[in-house]
């Protein structure tokens, strides 16, 4: 494998696919990006979260602007990373259908150009802090794909012999980073949090003088879920709602470090979770806990119901975006790396990209819409629904016996909760998505359909089969 270091050696081939242009503006933003795990469209007080309170996150919303249909483009951890770092649909850079343990071998192919090494090469610094979970063998760690630093753990807090002896996993002890090194094993997980929020401030406060991207991926509300004592206790909701409320406590902080260094106005903030909330009264070796919640949404966590891959998304920056804005315009994970690109002057590395520069939605332009004809959900490597304007169609679902039961068509403007199958009225909606659907199955290919994509690129490798 190739691999791209380009805060030392940029590869020609880099140098050639990511072209410095003219900024959108004259001062392009610091970047922070805080990515939460398994928070639900339902989890954050202005998208109507019960017993508890967001009032630093619905501080935000207001202060920026808070999308409706936002999207991640999986409902499970590792396929969802790998689009928010690349732009691209699981699928097409080959980890759309495993979600990554400690045994696995493969990762984030090197030769991906990262949302990290695109904005170290346009010259900012670059940090991440919390949850890798796109290979934790050292050449697809975070300092290997951009980072200039890395704290934090290289997959899911669960992944550790403690919480897998139950189900009969074979895993060691919890690793937690500091670059490449292990520095603790098993951490107290209801202290990863704060730790997490104390690094980012410090990250902030060494380097205002100069741009920065923050990537900042709390490992909670994944389970199991561990408040910190400070936490504990304090909501009608349980651990949940307390583990929720710490990250609001986090968000508070990160924006009065920002203000404090005098970098808040020009400092893009994005606020999202890696996909939807594991649902219903759950349990854990610590004992039962509640859930997180989809809101109006059906649907959960591994599933291509809305709730599973609709999620809550709030951006703040204050030099551009204007206050109370609300997109009801389709957007995803994806976009964040073509908008960047466009905003810091780099044209998009010479592979397909399957996000959208969506910065007229963010800035609030007159008569922006979604730049997205169509948005596909795949669940594994399984094309399951695809969505094209109002339009939902469900062309399989796991739990049909037959591949070839009826599609469901949802109009989702008007049944965002997916109850009314509409399919009856509309079949000329419904042969419309099915030949969109055919793009995605020839580009990215479907397990269900037997097709093999041929616009999917290899995943990373590590050991004696990357030979070559």
Same mark, same amino acid.
């Given at each position: 494998?190739?691999?791209?270091? #380009?805060?030392?050696?940029?590869?020609?081939?880099?140098?050639?696919?990511?072209?410095?242009?003219?900024?959108?503006? $004259?001062?392009?933003?610091?970047?922070?990006?805080?990515?939460?795990?398994?928070?639900?469209?339902?989890?954050?007080?202005?998208?109507?979260?019960?017993?508890?309170?967001?009032?630093?996150?619905?501080?935000? $919303? $207001?202060?920026?602007?808070?999308?409706?249909?936002?999207?991640?483009?999986?409902?499970?951890?590792?396929?969802?990373? *790998?689009?928010?770092?690349?732009?691209?649909?699981?699928?097409?850079?080959?980890?759309?259908?495993?979600?990554?343990?400690?045994?696995?071998? =493969?990762?984030?192919? /090197?030769?991906?150009?990262?949302?990290? +090494?695109?904005?170290?090469?346009?010259?900012?610094?670059?940090?991440?802090?919390?949850?890798? !979970?796109?290979? !934790?063998?050292? /050449?697809?760690?975070?300092?290997?794909?951009?980072?200039?630093?890395?704290?934090?753990?290289?997959?899911?807090?669960?992944?550790?012999?403690?919480?897998?002896?139950?189900?009969?996993?074979?895993?060691?002890?919890?690793?937690?980073?500091?670059?490449?090194?292990?520095? +603790?094993?098993?951490?107290?997980?209801?202290?990863?949090? @704060?730790?997490?929020?104390?690094?980012?401030?410090?990250?902030?406060?060494?380097?205002?003088?100069?741009?920065?991207?923050?990537?900042?991926?709390?490992?909670?509300?994944?389970?199991? #879920?561990?408040?910190?004592?400070?936490?504990?206790?304090?909501?009608?909701?349980?651990?949940?709602?307390?583990?929720?409320?710490?990250?609001?406590?986090?968000?508070?902080?990160?924006?009065?470090?920002?203000?404090?260094?005098?970098?808040?106005?020009?400092?893009?903030?994005?606020?999202?979770?890696?996909?939807?909330?594991?649902?219903?009264? @759950?349990?854990?070796?610590?004992?039962?806990?509640?859930?997180?919640?989809?809101?109006?949404?059906?649907?959960?966590?591994?599933?291509?119901?809305?709730?599973?891959?609709?999620?809550?998304?709030?951006?703040?920056?204050?030099?551009?975006?204007?206050?109370?804005?609300?997109?009801?315009?389709?957007?995803?994970?994806?976009?964040?790396?073509?908008?960047?690109?466009?905003?810091?002057?780099?044209?998009?590395?010479?592979?397909? #990209?399957? *996000?959208?520069?969506?910065?007229?939605?963010?800035?609030? =332009?007159?008569?922006?819409?979604?730049?997205? =004809?169509?948005?596909?959900?795949?669940?594994?490597?399984?094309?399951?629904?695809?969505?094209?304007?109002?339009?939902?169609?469900?062309?399989?679902?796991?739990?049909?016996?037959?591949?070839? +039961?009826? /599609?469901?068509?949802?109009?989702?403007?008007?049944?965002?909760?997916?109850?009314?199958?509409?399919?009856?009225?509309?079949?000329?909606?419904?042969? @419309?998505?099915?030949?969109?659907? +055919?793009? $995605? @199955?020839?580009?990215? *290919?479907?397990?269900?359909?037997?097709?093999?994509?041929?616009?999917?690129?290899?995943?990373?490798?590590?050991?004696?089969?990357?030979? *070559?």
């Amino acid at each position: 494998m190739r691999k791209r270091h #380009i805060s030392r050696h940029m590869p020609v081939a880099l140098i050639l696919s990511l072209v410095l242009c003219a900024p959108v503006f $004259a001062k392009p933003p610091n970047v922070v990006i805080i990515f939460t795990d398994d928070q639900g469209y339902g989890d954050v007080g202005c998208y109507g979260a019960e017993g508890y309170a967001t009032p630093n996150l619905d501080k935000m $919303a $207001a202060e920026g602007a808070r999308f409706t249909d936002f999207y991640v483009p999986a409902p499970v951890c590792t396929p969802s990373r *790998g689009a928010l770092m690349t732009g691209c649909y699981p699928m097409r850079i080959g980890l759309g259908y495993r979600v990554l343990f400690p045994y696995s071998k =493969e990762g984030l192919n /090197p030769d991906e150009v990262t949302l990290a +090494e695109l904005l170290k090469g346009a010259g900012y610094t670059t940090g991440m802090i919390g949850k890798w !979970h796109l290979g !934790h063998h050292k /050449p697809f760690l975070p300092t290997r794909q951009g980072f200039d630093t890395f704290f934090g753990t290289p997959y899911s807090n669960d992944m550790n012999g403690y919480y897998y002896k139950s189900q009969n996993f074979l895993s060691p002890p919890l690793p937690l980073l500091r670059g490449e090194e292990i520095v +603790e094993s098993d951490p107290d997980q209801s202290l990863l949090t @704060r730790r997490y929020t104390e690094e980012a401030v410090k990250y902030i406060r060494a380097h205002k003088d100069k741009p920065f991207f923050l990537y900042l991926a709390h490992n909670m509300p994944h389970m199991p #879920i561990y408040p910190s004592d400070a936490f504990a206790g304090t909501t009608e909701h349980g651990r949940y709602g307390d583990v929720i409320s710490e990250i609001d406590w986090s968000v508070g902080a990160i924006m009065k470090a920002l203000e404090e260094a005098g970098v808040a106005d020009n400092t893009l903030v994005i606020f999202t979770s890696d996909n939807g909330p594991v649902t219903g009264q @759950r349990k854990s070796p610590d004992g039962p806990y509640q859930s997180g919640s989809a809101g109006p949404l059906r649907g959960r966590k591994n599933q291509t119901w809305e709730g599973g891959m609709g999620v809550p998304a709030i951006m703040r920056w204050p030099a551009k975006i204007p206050a109370g804005t609300v997109v009801k315009e389709l957007a995803t994970t994806m976009d964040i790396l073509p908008t960047l690109a466009g905003i810091v002057g780099f044209s998009l590395p010479d592979v397909t #990209i399957d *996000g959208k520069n969506i910065l007229p939605l963010m800035t609030g =332009e007159a008569g922006a819409v979604s730049p997205h =004809e169509v948005f596909y959900y795949y669940r594994d490597n399984r094309l399951q629904a695809l969505r094209s304007g109002p339009w939902k169609l469900h062309l399989f679902r796991p739990e049909w016996k037959e591949k070839t +039961e009826t /599609p469901l068509l949802f109009n989702l403007l008007k049944d965002r909760g997916e109850t009314n199958d509409v399919a009856a009225e509309h079949p000329d909606v419904v042969r @419309r998505l099915q030949g969109l659907a +055919e793009t $995605a @199955r020839h580009e990215l *290919g479907d397990a269900v359909t037997g097709q093999v994509g041929s616009g999917v690129r290899p995943w990373g490798v590590f050991g004696p089969e990357a030979a *070559g």
